[in-house]
Antibody
């Protein structure tokens, strides 16, 4: 069965950095794009970043562009989100999610991980 | 950026009743690339509907989606106790970014 497992969350001071990981299993990882989506406490869902199945194309939300970097290692079925210059407003649960169409960027998110909490606070 | 506006913010209903949730887009959604998700407290979102009207695998047929262009609807025909949750619409067409509505909470009356 499809599984996505996030890790790496924690408490970090404003201006600090953190690296999140998402390990996937149960599907052909090299065929699907992967997204990061976040949810601030008590708030709705916000798309953060996307990496294409082959890693050649990446997109970012304006709110994180130039601070966050998404990458993938297809040999390890892993997607990472490197976060720097963190702000209190980046505090959220971060989910990774699998694109629903093989080889296609524009897809719904058919499977989600359980999320990892990032807290930015002094 | 396509802005999705969901209404109502909260829907108070009893088990067995019908729920009608609305999602309106600020511009036409490409190819009706509109999905609906259900989220319960402390859990990840769960895909219900994609392509505006196609149920995801394993989703009961009491959930149905409809609409096109800028106006979309999710209907839960007969509410079961496990259906009380927050529902989000999501557009995954052009342009980037992918966007979500702010959510509709379906609560027990």
């Amino acid at each position: 069965q499809v599984q996505l497992v996030e890790s790496g969350g924690g408490v970090v001071q404003p201006g600090g950095s953190l690296r999140l990981s998402c390990v996937a299993s149960g599907f052909t990882f090299t065929n699907y794009g992967i997204h990061w989506v976040r949810q601030a406490p008590g708030k709705g869902l916000e798309w953060v970043a996307f990496v294409r199945f082959d890693g050649t194309t990446k997109y970012y939300a304006d709110s994180v562009r130039d601070r966050f970097t998404i990458s993938r290692d297809n040999s390890k079925n892993t997607v990472s989100l490197e976060m720097s210059s963190l702000r209190p407003e980046d505090t959220a649960v971060y989910f990774c999610a699998k694109g629903g169409f093989s080889g296609y960027d524009r897809a719904y998110f058919d499977y989600w991980g359980q999320g990892t909490l990032v807290t930015v606070s002094s | 950026e396509i802005v999705l506006t969901q209404s109502p913010g909260t829907l108070s209903l009893s088990p067995g009743e019908r729920a009608t949730l609305s999602c309106r887009a600020s511009q036409s959604v490409t190819s009706n690339y509109l999905a609906w998700y259900q989220q319960k407290p402390g859990q990840a979102p769960r895909l219900l509907i994609h392509g505006a009207s196609t149920r995801a695998a394993g989703i009961p047929d009491r959930f149905s989606g409809s609409g096109s262009g800028t106006d979309f609807t999710l209907i839960i025909s007969t509410l079961e106790p496990e259906d009380f949750a927050v529902y989000y619409c999501h557009q995954y067409g052009s342009p980037i970014p992918w966007t979500f509505g702010q959510g509709t909470k379906v609560e027990i009356k």
